[in-house]
Nanobody, 121 residues
Framework: VQLQASGGGLVQAGGSLRLSCTAS????????MAWHRQAPGKQRELVAR???????EYADSVKGRFTISRDRGKNTVYLQMNSLKPEDTAVYYC????????????????WGQGTQVTVSS
């Protein structure tokens, strides 16, 4: 299983970016998908999570500005980031809980490689 994240970049404060993350390989079933971030010198934190049914939750710091969504047919999760602030600067990682075979009833947690988001003031 591989998770490939893309969409990061450099943007001015107040701007927008859309991150994408696609799972490929042995993805029999994908449960929760999520975005995390890690800023320099800080611990990794959960940004947003979306369940298989489409329910979502957000970190307080991004509520009202970020929107997580997913396309189950494409095994892809998105993070639309609006009204970006310099404090949103971080490496963003996607993760997914994936059942890799119809023979299994449990999921494993997989992570993407990270994409850099830099917000200038």
């Amino acid at each position: 299983v591989q998770l490939q994240a893309s969409g990061g970049g450099l943007v001015q404060a107040g701007g927008s970016l859309r991150l994408s993350c696609t799972a490929s390989g042995s993805t029999f079933s994908i449960n929760d998908m999520a975005w995390h971030r890690q800023a320099p010198g800080k611990q990794r934190e959960l940004v947003a999570r979306i369940t298989r049914a489409g329910s979502s939750e957000y970190a307080d710091s991004v509520k009202g500005r970020f929107t997580i969504s997913r396309d189950r047919g494409k095994n892809t999760v998105y993070l639309q980031m609006n009204s970006l602030k310099p404090e949103d600067t971080a490496v963003y990682y996607c993760s997914a809980d994936i059942v890799t075979s119809s023979l299994f009833t449990y999921s494993n947690n997989f992570w993407g490689q990270g994409t850099q988001v830099t917000v200038s003031s």
